[in-house]
């Protein structure tokens, strides 16, 4: 008897568990399904003091230490979850910018009265001040300690008398100063994780500077400007980029590069107010973590250059600060409370599977397939016969076709006010690129995307405003922006030869609209007589 070749040898299904799942979680991105798992809860909820600072001490420690500046005091957090482990005075003053030495036994704050003091951070029985440092007239808002090449000796402070100073801790006496770093209050400071000599503030005068402590008061290494008072600096992990907040923007810099702005981030709608840096503990990965006024704490890719998810919180922030293993988040609000967000952990079944898994064992009973009953409540059911196919007299009703979504509108819908601009200009659509303007418009953030084109994407919008500011159904909006941009980039217009040309093409353009209208309304005066007469 021949064998029958129609069904295979050996027929079995595939395991529930290799199939894929086609669930919400399945079609999540990796960072928000990372990010979502976190749940929040209030550690301290008391006056209403603001949270102005938080910070973790470097992952040297067994368990997480956070240290929080929260009214008069510095409060210090430990264990899993983070539970209250003592309060260190700091003489009646307000307490600003605690920070971790590299090995986590120091902890170092300033105060309203602009003095700096040390203590122990890794013997919870001493609470008096190991060092006091004291140079600054005002409040001591950033004090840092070097993060590379394991510097212990020396630290980093500036203040809202705009005076920088770099101590030497154990003889308490500054290696050297600067008098007038900068024009405004400093309110933040980084220190380079590729260089303990290097480390960068930001001020309220919206400059950036770059310091090398081996040339001592001799000047910044760099300087670059912001665009709006300053909050906070943070350098990210590689050392050669910078992250700077002010306004309602987060701002990317190549120092590198002697100062090239790399991307713009403009998804808060207040100003922020602190920066973090977040890792991922499945992959590893880096976030940028900014923090608002707006209650949001916002989770940034910088290698992709794009938003990944957000927090939402129901009161104002003021800091934000991620643990080392990138379990736990917290976030200081301006009415005292911090909110502790923690990751859950993974299943037990889930690390028994892993366990099975290394042991080698293979499972030789095949699971028998079970067949799917179709029923109204399933989706499946509706989907049914959707591959057969039409017959003659069947009405058939196609599905209506998908409507592609502009880049522009993609770039909007990201918050990249500017890239959208150049993208509607770069269509030489008119309607596209005015309806873009209008809604950056209605976003009050056409005059900022104007200021920051460079001079290829100026050329550009000048280009379009000679071609179509004359048209009569977008004259009235198109000469009020090209008015505006006369007046925003007058100096980069005239240092530009080909920029001065569209100038010149636009102002020949809106002479020969002006005569056509004296033309025409010369015409007008002539027939309306007429026109009067004949009525008659």
Known sequence: ???????????????????????????????????????????????????????????????????????????????????????????????????????????????????????????????????????????????????????????????????????????????????????????????????????????????????????????????????????????????????????????????????????????????????????????????????????YVKCFDFGKLKMTHSLRHPQPLLSVACSPCGTVLVAGSAKGKIYMSKRKNKAVDDEHEDKRAGNGEIDWASPEPEKPVLRPNYYRYFLRGQNEKAKEGDFVIEKPKKVKIAEHDKLLRKFTHKGALVSALARNNPRSAVAVMEELVARRKLVRSIGNLDMDELGLLLEFLRRNATLPRYARFLLGVANKVLEMRGEDIRSDEKLRTHVRNLKRMVGEEIQIQHTLLGIQGMISPMLALASR
């Open 1 to 295: 008897m021949a064998a029958d070749t129609s069904k295979p040898f050996f027929p079995a299904a595939p395991h529930q568990a290799l199939v894929p799942s086609r669930g919400a979680a399945a079609r999540a991105s990796l960072d928000g399904s990372y990010w979502r798992a976190f749940r929040s809860s209030e550690l301290v909820s008391g006056a209403e003091f603001p949270v102005t600072d938080l910070t973790f001490a470097p992952a040297t420690a067994s368990s997480p230490l956070l240290a929080a500046a929260w009214s008069t005091s510095l409060h210090l957090f430990s264990g899993d979850p983070l539970q209250s482990l003592r309060r260190i005075s700091v003489a009646g003053d307000l307490a600003f910018s605690p920070t971790f030495r590299c090995d986590g036994a120091l902890l170092a704050a300033g105060d309203k009265r602009g003095v700096v003091r040390v203590f122990r951070a890794d013997k919870p029985a001493t609470g008096a001040a190991l060092r006091t440092l004291r140079a600054h007239a005002a409040e001591t808002r950033v004090v840092r300690y070097p993060v590379a090449g394991g510097d212990k000796l020396h630290l980093i402070t500036a203040g809202d008398d705009a005076l920088l100073t770099y101590w030497d801790v154990p003889s308490e006496t500054p290696v050297f100063t600067v008098p007038a770093a900068h024009r405004d209050y400093i309110r933040g400071g980084a220190a380079s994780p590729a260089d303990h000599n290097i480390f960068a503030t930001g001020s309220y005068d919206r400059s950036v500077k770059l310091w090398d402590a081996r040339t001592g008061n001799s000047g910044p290494s760099l300087s670059f400007s912001h665009g709006e008072l300053v909050e906070s600096v943070l350098f990210l992990p590689s050392g050669g980029l910078l992250a700077t907040a002010g306004g309602n923007v987060v701002k990317i810099w190549d120092v590198i590069g002697g100062g090239r702005l790399v991307h713009s981030v403009e998804s808060h709608v207040k100003t922020v107010m602190a920066l973090a840096l977040g890792k991922m503990a499945t992959t590893g990965e880096t976030r940028l973590l900014s923090a608002g006024i707006d209650g």
